[in-house]
């Protein structure tokens, strides 16, 4: 480019090859070698595709690589690791040094990646608790929970328990995790997001809107005030049982001959006689839960069935009692108010919302809401998030790291077989060495699908 942004013509390259295995390789020797790969023809390259993995070459680094992501490197894909490395570092030379170490001073500050890379790479040296080291390796880099370990914001839009020090959104934190779930940030805490923090309020003013109806007609659905649901709960108990009973003294009561049938027949009293029996025999609730009569209240005392004398027993106390005073005995049509009592009360239950909250209680639910903590959480996550292009430079930065200290290999393996041929030196695609009668074979490639082989 020249200084108005123009492409410029550049000068022709001159590369060395030589003949080895066959056929003529390129001879991949500087960077600037490296830097023209994308004007030498593809016919002179050694491979024009390799895996991801079975390679005895980091496979980090060759996912990186793999910009589509289907297990395979191709030509553009190599040509487009080497444009970028040319844009953040600033002497392609140092990529035939193979070093694990990247020094500082290599990275080029005056292109705005580069930049970014730089003041990137020295945030993970002090989040490492080394901000005087002059080079950052890939085991500084790989480890991101380390390197974020100290650190309450890293702009992953996620906020942990301890990202802040207000003991009152430190709870609603606690809260959204609880009833909401959470995602760990990159430091592997748990913590919540914008999108769980919306969902968890969202939720509260359902909750909260959802009782104000019931609240409206107290009248109707909270017919025991606060000992409602409780009363609901020993009605939904007994209901079913309840109902039997009225209907089979219905229909005595329609026919006088069905009493016999509609009791307990004397076979089933001997059998149950041959039994130890508790109250709590499925036998025994099986049973009516009073003898059978033509239009006969239920006895709320005496002679009841023992499997349910308990419930009984808490529907006199919870129900019978506040409704119709202390009375020993449940009429059909008192049995039938009691079911349109708790009629409402079902289908405002039915219609229940914010389920997801309900166990934080209606007091907390309306405390949290009637707080500033959406505000304030909301303003953590911004904040968090201001640091968003700092913290992704940080995994560039890891590639960075990577392509240095792999680039070159990969190349010496792919546009030329260099390694192969070189004395000393193995391939990637070289696996281990085969030792059989008495001598080794160095030439040992992986085989994924032996079944195809044998």
Known sequence: ?????????????????????????????????????????????????????????DPRTLELIDSDGDGRIRVPEILAAVKWIE??????????????????????????????????????????????????????????VKIFAQTKFNGDGIIPFDSTDDEHLQNVIKDIMECIGSELDRSGDPGITQEKMDQFYAELQDYSDWWSQAEADAANILAFG??????????????????????????????????????????????????????????????PLAAIGAGKALPLEGGLNPAWADWISKLRTAIVTPMFGDTATLSAGDWALISARFAAFEGWVAGKKGAAVEKLGLGRVREILASSTKESLTALIEKDKLLEQEANAIAS????????????????????????????????????SLYIDGRSCDLCIKVDDIAKHS
Not at 119 to 139: R, Y
Not at 229 to 243: G, M
Not at 251 to 265: I, K, R, T
Request: aromatic fraction near 8%.
């Open 226 to 287: 606060d000992a409602t649901s409780d009363a609901a709960e020993i009605f939904k108990a007994v209901k079913a049982k309840v109902d039997d009973y009225f209907t089979r003294c219905r229909l005595a009561e329609f026919d006088s001959g069905a009493v016999g049938p509609l009791n307990p027949s004397a076979e089933e009293y001997q059998a149950l006689a041959r039994k130890d029996l508790s109250a709590a025999a499925e036998e025994l609730a099986a049973l």
């Open 397 to 432: 930065v890891d590639k960075l790291v990577r392509y240095h200290r792999d680039l070159y290999t990969l190349l010496n393996n792919f546009a030329s077989f260099q390694d192969f041929y070189s004395p000393g030196t193995k391939a990637i695609f070289q696996v281990g």
């Open 87 to 144: 844009s953040v570092l600033k002497n392609a030379d140092d990529l035939t040094k193979r070093a694990s170490a990247l020094p500082l001073s290599a990275i080029d500050e005056t292109t705005p990646e580069g930049g970014q890379l730089l003041a990137s790479a020295k945030q993970i040296l002090l989040n490492l608790g080394k901000p005087d080291e002059a080079f950052v390796t890939g085991e500084d880099t790989a480890d991101t």
């Open 1 to 57: 480019m020249d200084g108005n942004g123009n492409e410029t013509s550049r000068t022709p390259h001159k590369w060395r090859f030589a003949r080895v295995g066959g056929f003529d390789q390129v001879r991949l020797e500087t960077g600037a070698d490296l830097l023209d790969l994308d004007r030498l023809d593809q016919k002179l390259w050694a491979s024009l595709s390799c895996p991801t993995h079975g390679l005895e070459l």
